[in-house]
């Protein structure tokens, strides 16, 4: 009986924990004070974004029509602060929240120089 009490204690636990982490998301996203179609530090300096790539293939190779094709990995970073998660204010916060889709997209444009 001891251990189905511990366990139950144990999932009314979790089940807090998710309901706060929910309410964080919630408040980092919020649509009052988040803007996902300005960019960070909308008029004030550039951005700095961070590029890797990471070329996982060069095939079909044409030296007659001079075109290739390639595949790669392409990864942006930057600092958005009005996504920091401010710890003084909720506590302690150790989740991943890499799945959070609501950032800014900066748009990338290829230039092809044909020489």
Known sequence: MELVARELMG???C???????SEILDILVDNSTYDKRLRPKHG???????ITIHV??????????MDFTIDFYLR???NDPRLAFRHHLYGAFEN???SLTVSFLF????IILII
Do not use: H, M, R
Request: charged content about 20%; some cysteine; proline content about 3%.
């Open 44 to 50: 004030a300096e550039p951005v700095n974004i961070g």
């Open 96 to 98: 991943n929240i890499d």
């Open 11 to 13: 999932l009314c636990e």
């Open 15 to 21: 089940y807090s924990n998710t309901k706060k982490i």
């Open 56 to 65: 996982t293939s060069i095939s079909a190779i044409s030296e007659i029509n």
């Open 76 to 78: 942006q970073t930057w």
């Open 107 to 110: 748009k990338i444009f290829f």
